[in-house]
């Protein structure tokens, strides 16, 4: 096995993802909810995820979208970029174009009505599965939260239980109280 130097391993990576080689391009981010994975297919932005570990990530998305999953910064950088605006209270809305390929009809529906919860604002399972077309699956909704494929972009923080209680989150109650301080929903 032959060892490559850092800056050519950094130059064929970048090559890699400029040439539309790769399936997934990712990285891992820092936050102030600590290391975020972010992966980035060439539709979008395809998997935010609280695991960082790099192996268990890799695999899942070379099941999911291609084998071709490799670590590459540069796509990853607007994604960053936006999340650090995000976290600096600089930023409210993404503009990201996100990649849903891999959720299916309700769970699709149910995860574009997420993104139009606006910054600031909660909603309830419920409500979100009315607006989804199905008012009785606010549980399927519950689900469909637990497995948003990129969380904070898509804020399944911003849903709350029927009596307005945090309740679920698969990043954990204490992000969900994080994310929710900073865009000023809950009180300090």
């Known amino acids: 096995m032959t060892n490559v130097s850092a800056e050519l391993d950094s130059r064929f990576r970048a090559a890699a993802a400029e040439e539309g080689l790769l399936d997934v391009a990712y990285d891992v981010v820092d936050s102030p909810l600590g290391e975020l994975f972010v992966g980035i ?31 590459s910064t540069r796509p990853v950088d607007p ?5 650090d605006e995000y976290f600096e209270g600089k930023r409210k ?7 849903l390929r891999l959720a299916r009809d309700f769970g699709r529906t149910v995860l574009e009505e997420l993104g139009r919860v606006p910054f600031g604002e909660v909603t309830t399972y419920g409500e979100l599965a009315a607006r989804a077309g199905k008012p009785r699956a606010a549980r399927a909704v519950g689900t469909i939260m637990n497995r948003n494929p990129v969380p904070i972009v898509l ?6 239980g029927a009596n307005g209680s945090l309740v679920g ?15 000023g929903a809950l009180l300090a």
């Open 155 to 160: 804020p399944c923080h911003r849903v709350v």
């Open 169 to 183: 989150y698969a990043g954990g109650l204490e992000r969900k109280h994080q994310l929710l301080r900073l865009e």
């Open 93 to 99: 809305r993404f503009d990201l174009d996100v990649d």
């Open 41 to 71: 297919s060439d539709r979008g932005l395809c998997v935010i995820s609280y695991e960082a570990d790099p192996d268990a990530q890799v695999e899942r998305l070379a099941r999911g979208f291609g084998s071709r999953v490799l670590r």
């Open 79 to 83: 994604a960053r970029r936006q999340l």
